[in-house]
Each structure stands twice: as C-alpha cells, then as structure tokens.
C-alpha cells in the first residue's frame, strides 16, 4: 500500500475551526484521489501485452486455460470488459474530517494486487501495467502542492 502524508494539517485545524479546516482540505484531497484513480484506470495499449504461450507454471494451470477456453468462460484473443473490467472498478472515497480526513483509492477485483499491485504484479503484467506505487510517484508533488497552496491560502486569510 502506498501513501502520501500531508504536513502542516494539524497547524491548520489547531488555528482555524474545524468546519473551516474541513472546506480547505476536503477539494485538494478530492482532487488528489481523482488524480490517483485516473491512473490507475488507464489500459496499457493492446500491442504491450507480454505473450502467455508456453508460460504454463503448472499442468493443473494449462488444463484450467483449455477448459475454460472450451466452455466459453474465457475466449482468445483476450477481449477487454472496458468499464466492466479492472480500469473501471477503481473507486475513491474520503473518510473521516477536518484533521482526521483520509482518502482512499482502491477496486474490489480479488485480481488486481496480481496485475496493478507494487511487490505482487504477476511477471507477465510488469512493464505493462502501472501500479499503485507508479501513480503515488508520479502525481505526489502535484498533490503535495495542491494541499500547501490550499492549507498556504486558508492560513492567510
């Protein structure tokens, strides 16, 4: 799991009231998770797609991929679900308020720590696939900066 700690919070609620505290941070943090999720939503293109063929890890692996090949639980070439599969299944929510408000992204896909998972990507979705960690990397100053300019212009006033 992959996080981003804002600092300055706590100075931020201790000086103004709490509702007021709330108003300042609750837009970054909703803007922070869109960010994060728009990440992690994204399909690698079709053509980066590491090939499975001879990659059988186990007999009982390559006789579960020809039955369900033959009852129609999976068909070849892999057909993406778009919105009903994996890119749109990440959700976000923020709980809790003022100096105790924490934003969470995530999927109920029982598969996604495997595909999108830092530390627990299967080998044939890395490089293809970005993780958790890739879009904490790439958008935490974005983020960061958003919540100074935020808590910087609530401080202010």
């Known amino acids: 799991m992959s996080e981003i700690v804002i600092n300055g919070v706590e100075e931020l609620v201790s000086k103004l009231f709490a ?3 709330d108003k300042t941070l609750r837009p970054p943090m909703n803007r922070s998770l ?3 999720q728009a990440f992690m939503a994204k399909y690698p293109s079709k053509s980066s797609g ?3 063929a001879g ?3 186990s007999e009982k692996q390559r006789r579960w991929f020809f ?3 033959h009852s129609g639980e999976i068909t070849v070439p892999y057909v993406r679900r778009g919105s009903a599969g994996l890119g749109g299944s990440w959700t976000s ?4 308020f003022a100096g105790d408000m924490t934003g969470l992204v995530g999927t109920n896909k029982s ?3 495997m595909v ?3 530390g627990r990507q299967m080998w044939m979705h890395e490089g293809n696939w970005q993780t958790d960690e890739d879009a904490v990397k790439k958008e935490r100053d974005g983020i960061v900066q958003d919540f100074a300019e935020s808590i910087e212009g609530a401080m202010s006033r």
């Open 19 to 21: 509702a007021t505290a």
């Open 34 to 36: 869109f960010k994060l």
């Open 50 to 52: 590491k090939s499975m």
């Open 55 to 57: 990659h059988w890890v």
């Open 67 to 69: 039955a369900a090949l």
């Open 93 to 96: 929510r923020v709980s809790g």
């Open 111 to 113: 598969y996604a720590p």
């Open 116 to 118: 999108q998972g830092a």
